[in-house]
């Protein structure tokens, strides 16, 4: 018999419309444009934009997907019969799951690939320096610590926020955000994932439906931040101050990914030392005239900054020589680092304090030096028991993650953005031109009349492989769970567990990355037999090491479900309770059986968790006296 391949696309039914968080895209497969589909090489194609056309609003701050994620934001996916009468196959959690699979299933080519196709960008990009000469001396080079403990010059090396979402240029007076074009595989997908090789008869299922939720933006997105190299410190994160990004954060005074501002004594928040943040150089008045490098005066309209560079704070400070380095963005707003102690220019006395409550209207390079506009604000006139608030030349400038909120002024004592305050931050991306691409294999007429009549019959069925996702609530501070697992599926080959941290979602916060927080150790019981005989101890892998027995059932429980293991570097970081239930492709009969996992802690469970139990089974489509059957 002769085939031959064509592509036909088909488009969602809003057209090329623009989707937001939490909104469903449904896309109609007709099955007389597409009887047969060969799968694994047809995709989803759409444009993702880290901002929303529809209101012309961008992000204030430099958001990308989370890189766990890569460009795919969906949470939940829904295949139906092409009359919505029947559901095919249902996808939950799929943002946990790709996680996962990301985790493990790619090496560097992997992660090469993803960049390309789905958007991958990395959370910390390195700083952009601009080519030089290979001695260390003008005020474009920094200083890199090497091996040798000596500094040299590194040329042009493409960091700083520069990427495939934004459009970095000297000049900026719009949001630089630009529309990325990202390809979709499905792969966590049985019926159309890329991985299956059989041909899907969309002509017998009368066409299918595919339905895709958007994930929410404090899910998808995560703020990116720039890193330099500094000779004897080690990397340091600059333009948002101290940040944690993790549900708690030891030696930080802040949780639940949070943005501290403040420099007092005693706690890690010193400007000076960690060089998290920008140095104040000069501004504009409210006439919008650019003046002279001096203190700004108390109760003083101004209309802009300008930010220091290398040559401006040879020790104080990190110096901003490129705009491609500059957290700020048209949209932001800033805190600013008043000197409250009369200390003179110097970031160790200087509370950040005031929210500039402008929305930046312009980033500029000009004259080696950044300079941010802004509609007019006023400086403040007295803090409390303060006599001044002086804005010195040298106090901070840090990019604020909300534009909500106002500190205490009156001691120097700790600020930051609380969660609430960061959960306003109206973080954003949109979706659209989705389309599916069908790669249509075309065979002779009589070809798929038989086949039809097959169906109808109920000689030919459609089996393909996918994911259930079980899911059970741990409250805090229960250090013994056994979890009831329920399942009526008859050929299943693995079982792989993930917990969930149940906590406020903000652009700072890792929403995908399980807790290993007092884990001890975990064990499957299969209708009541221990599997495997002895509990399986995670106390190694807690607190970053790692347990042999731990990786072998992790192992096996990935290969059993056809998640390539590219990557065991760090497994700790992504702990994962794992069980194959069959060996070698070869499967178990759940039904009616008792499926439980007992998962132990020691000393405290700090968190609420929601475990993800991802059972990766058979499912088969037929026909039963002419009604469309899917069995399990």
Same mark, same amino acid.
């Given at each position: 018999?002769?085939?031959?391949?064509?592509?036909?696309?088909?488009?969602?039914?809003?057209?090329?419309?623009?989707?937001?968080?939490?909104?469903?895209?449904?896309?109609?497969?007709?099955?007389?444009?597409?009887?047969?589909?060969?799968?694994?090489?047809?995709?989803?194609?759409?444009?993702?934009?880290?901002? !929303?056309?529809?209101? +012309?609003?961008?992000?204030?701050? %430099?958001? #990308?997907? &989370?890189?766990? @994620?890569?460009? /795919?934001?969906?949470?939940?996916?829904?295949?139906?019969?092409?009359?919505?009468?029947?559901?095919?196959?249902?996808?939950?959690?799929?943002?946990?799951?790709?996680?996962?699979?990301?985790?493990?299933?790619?090496?560097?080519?992997?992660?090469?690939?993803?960049?390309?196709?789905?958007?991958?960008?990395?959370?910390?990009?390195?700083?952009?320096?601009?080519?030089?000469?290979?001695?260390?001396?003008?005020?474009?080079?920094?200083?890199?610590?090497?091996?040798?403990?000596?500094?040299?010059?590194?040329? !042009?090396?493409?960091? +700083?926020?520069?990427?495939?979402? %934004?459009? #970095?240029? &000297?000049?900026? @007076?719009?949001? /630089?955000?630009?529309?990325?074009?990202?390809?979709?595989?499905?792969?966590?997908?049985?019926?159309?994932?890329?991985?299956?090789?059989?041909?899907?008869?969309?002509?017998?299922?009368?066409?299918?439906?595919?339905?895709?939720?958007?994930?929410?933006?404090?899910?998808?997105?995560?703020?990116?931040?720039?890193?330099?190299?500094?000779?004897?410190?080690?990397?340091?994160?600059?333009?948002?101050?101290?940040?944690?990004?993790?549900?708690?954060?030891?030696?930080?005074?802040?949780?639940?990914?949070?943005?501290?501002?403040?420099?007092?004594?005693?706690?890690?928040?010193?400007?000076?030392? &960690?060089?998290?943040?920008?140095?104040?150089?000069?501004?504009?008045?409210?006439?919008?005239?650019?003046?002279?490098?001096?203190?700004?005066?108390?109760?003083?309209?101004?209309?802009?900054?300008?930010?220091?560079?290398?040559?401006?704070?040879?020790?104080?400070?990190?110096?901003?020589?490129?705009?491609?380095?500059?957290?700020?963005?048209?949209?932001?707003?800033?805190?600013?680092?008043?000197?409250?102690?009369?200390?003179?220019?110097?970031?160790?006395?200087?509370?950040?304090?005031?929210?500039?409550?402008?929305?930046?209207?312009?980033?500029?390079?000009?004259?080696?030096?950044?300079?941010?506009?802004?509609?007019?604000?006023?400086?403040?006139?007295?803090?409390?028991?303060?006599?001044?608030?002086?804005?010195?030349?040298?106090?901070?400038?840090?990019?604020?993650?909300?534009?909500?909120?106002?500190?205490?002024?009156?001691?120097?004592?700790?600020?930051?953005?609380?969660?609430?305050?960061?959960?306003?931050?109206?973080?954003?991306?949109?979706?659209?031109?989705?389309?599916?691409?069908?790669?249509?294999?075309?065979?002779?007429?009589?070809?798929?009349?038989?086949?039809?009549?097959?169906?109808?019959?109920?000689?030919?069925?459609?089996?393909?492989?996918?994911?259930?996702?079980?899911?059970?609530?741990?409250?805090?501070?229960a250090l013994s769970n056994e979890m009831l697992l329920p399942t009526d599926n008859q050929?299943?080959?693995?079982?792989?567990?993930?917990?969930?941290?149940?906590?406020?979602?903000?652009?700072?916060?890792?929403?995908?990355?399980?807790?290993?927080?007092?884990?001890?150790?975990?064990?499957?019981?299969?209708?009541?037999?221990?599997?495997?005989?002895?509990?399986?101890?995670?106390?190694?892998?807690?607190?970053?090491?790692?347990?042999?027995?731990?990786?072998?059932?992790?192992?096996?429980?990935?290969?059993?479900?056809?998640?390539?293991?590219?990557?065991?570097?760090?497994?700790?970081?992504?702990?994962?309770?794992?069980?194959?239930?069959?060996?070698?492709?070869?499967?178990?009969?759940?039904?009616?059986?008792?499926?439980?996992?007992?998962?132990?802690?020691?000393?405290?469970?700090?968190?609420?968790?929601?475990?993800?139990?991802?059972?990766?089974?058979?499912?088969?489509?037929?026909?039963?006296?002419?009604?469309?059957?899917?069995?399990?």
């Amino acid at each position: 018999m002769s085939t031959s391949n064509r592509s036909v696309t088909f488009n969602s039914d809003r057209g090329n419309d623009i989707y937001t968080e939490s909104q469903r895209i449904i896309i109609n497969v007709s099955p007389e444009s597409a009887p047969l589909i060969n799968t694994s090489d047809s995709y989803l194609m759409f444009s993702l934009l880290m901002a !929303n056309d529809k209101t +012309g609003a961008g992000n204030p701050n %430099y958001c #990308i997907p &989370d890189p766990l @994620l890569g460009g /795919c934001p969906f949470s939940n996916m829904t295949v139906r019969s092409g009359d919505n009468s029947t559901v095919l196959e249902q996808l939950d959690s799929m943002d946990i799951w790709q996680g996962l699979k990301n985790y493990y299933g790619n090496n560097s080519n992997d992660e090469q690939l993803q960049r390309i196709y789905e958007g991958k960008c990395d959370l910390v990009n390195k700083e952009f320096v601009a080519g030089n000469t290979v001695v260390p001396a003008a005020a474009t080079t920094r200083n890199w610590a090497t091996s040798a403990a000596t500094d040299v010059a590194i040329p !042009n090396r493409g960091g +700083g926020f520069k990427s495939q979402f %934004y459009n #970095i240029r &000297d000049t900026m @007076l719009d949001d /630089c955000a630009r529309k990325t074009q990202i390809m979709y595989r499905f792969p966590m997908s049985g019926l159309l994932g890329s991985m299956k090789t059989e041909l899907l008869p969309n002509i017998i299922l009368g066409g299918i439906t595919i339905e895709l939720t958007l994930l929410d933006s404090s899910r998808f997105l995560r703020v990116q931040d720039v890193e330099v190299d500094v000779v004897g410190t080690g990397k340091i994160k600059i333009g948002y101050g101290v940040t944690s990004r993790t549900a708690s954060a030891t030696g930080i005074a802040i949780s639940g990914g949070q943005q501290g501002f403040t420099q007092a004594a005693a706690t890690v928040h010193a400007y000076g030392p &960690d060089k998290r943040c920008y140095g104040y150089y000069t501004y504009y008045n409210a006439a919008g005239a650019l003046q002279g490098t001096t203190a700004i005066p108390a109760g003083t309209a101004i209309t802009g900054l300008v930010l220091e560079n290398t040559a401006d704070t040879p020790a104080l400070g990190y110096g901003l020589d490129s705009i491609q380095n500059c957290s700020i963005k048209v949209g932001s707003k800033m805190r600013v680092g008043y000197d409250l102690t009369n200390a003179g220019p110097n970031r160790a006395g200087a509370v950040t304090g005031g929210l500039i409550n402008s929305v930046v209207t312009s980033v500029e390079f000009i004259n080696s030096r950044v300079h941010v506009r802004f509609q007019s604000f006023t400086t403040i006139a007295a803090v409390a028991t303060v006599t001044t608030g002086v804005l010195t030349v040298g106090n901070p400038v840090i990019c604020s993650l909300t534009s909500a909120g106002t500190p205490t002024f009156a001691t120097a004592a700790t600020t930051f953005n609380t969660v609430t305050e960061l959960t306003t931050n109206l973080a954003r991306y949109e979706v659209s031109n989705v389309e599916y691409v069908a790669n249509v294999v075309e065979t002779p007429q009589q070809y798929i009349e038989t086949m039809v009549q097959q169906a109808q019959s109920g000689q030919l069925k459609v089996q393909f492989n996918t994911y259930d996702d079980i899911r059970v609530n741990i409250s805090r501070e229960a250090l013994s769970n056994e979890m009831l697992l329920p399942t009526d599926n008859q050929r299943c080959f693995s079982l792989l567990g993930v917990n969930e941290i149940l906590q406020t979602q903000t652009i700072l916060t890792d929403s995908i990355s399980p807790s290993s927080a007092n884990l001890r150790d975990y064990i499957f019981i299969l209708d009541g037999i221990r599997t495997p005989n002895q509990a399986v101890s995670l106390e190694r892998m807690a607190v970053g090491r790692v347990n042999a027995l731990a990786m072998i059932e992790t192992e096996k429980a990935l290969l059993e479900s056809s998640i390539p293991l590219k990557d065991l570097r760090n497994p700790s970081k992504f702990i994962t309770i794992g069980r194959r239930l069959g060996a070698y492709g070869s499967s178990v009969n759940l039904l009616n059986k008792t499926v439980k996992c007992r998962v132990n802690y020691s000393g405290s469970q700090p968190l609420s968790l929601l475990y993800h139990f991802f059972l990766y089974h058979t499912k088969m489509i037929q026909f039963s006296n002419g009604q469309l059957m899917v069995m399990s």
